[in-house]
């Protein structure tokens, strides 16, 4: 994302370059999310929830949302830091990536889960949180495309993200 953020001139020139660089990132998005959410393993599914905001973002750089992909890939870094923070601590505690497995441990782990639920709401675009400005600006440079297809892309790859968080959080 950064590579492409930083030649974005480059990419400026040719619109079928833009134009890869979208089907690329909605390809992966969607590819990675429809794996994401079937998935049982903690770390896995974190892994797949990010190469999903990855391709967001490539999508948002192909449809002309410089800006909002680099945003959302700065505010993404520090939520998902603390959430794999998080879901280490978890592991540690109950020996397992197995999220059937986990459930309950708020009363014997307070710490690790007010920092998650932090995360957790952040990542879900809770009301003021850079997240939801993220994806505020992310979906204006998809309707600023007149692209129909992508903004559903968007919006189907902003619902996938709040799933992700709440089967990670329960």
């Known amino acids: 994302v950064y590579l492409v953020a930083r030649m974005y001139p480059v990419f400026q020139v040719s619109d079928e370059a833009l134009k890869t ?3 690329v990132g909605a390809f992966t998005a969607i590819f990675a999310a429809s ?31 410089y800006v909002a992909a680099i945003f959302h890939l700065f505010t993404h870094a520090f939520f ?7 879901s280490g601590s978890v592991i540690h505690a109950v020996h397992t990536q197995d999220i059937q497995k986990m459930g309950g441990l708020w009363k014997k782990m307070p710490v690790t889960f007010w920092t998650f639920l932090v995360a957790t709401l ?7 949180s850079a997240a939801l400005l993220a994806l505020l600006y992310l979906l204006e440079g998809g309707i600023d495309s007149h692209v129909v297809p992508v903004v559903a892309v968007m919006l189907l790859l902003a619902v996938s993200a709040v799933i992700f968080q709440r089967r990670e959080f329960l």
């Open 80 to 86: 998902k830091s603390l959430l794999f923070l998080g």
């Open 21 to 23: 660089v979208a089907y």
């Open 35 to 65: 794996i994401g959410i079937v998935v049982t393993d903690i770390k896995r599914m974190m892994a797949y929830s990010t190469v999903s905001q990855l391709g967001y973002m490539m999508l948002a750089l192909g449809v002309g949302g």
């Open 122 to 128: 952040a990542m879900m675009m809770a009301l003021m």
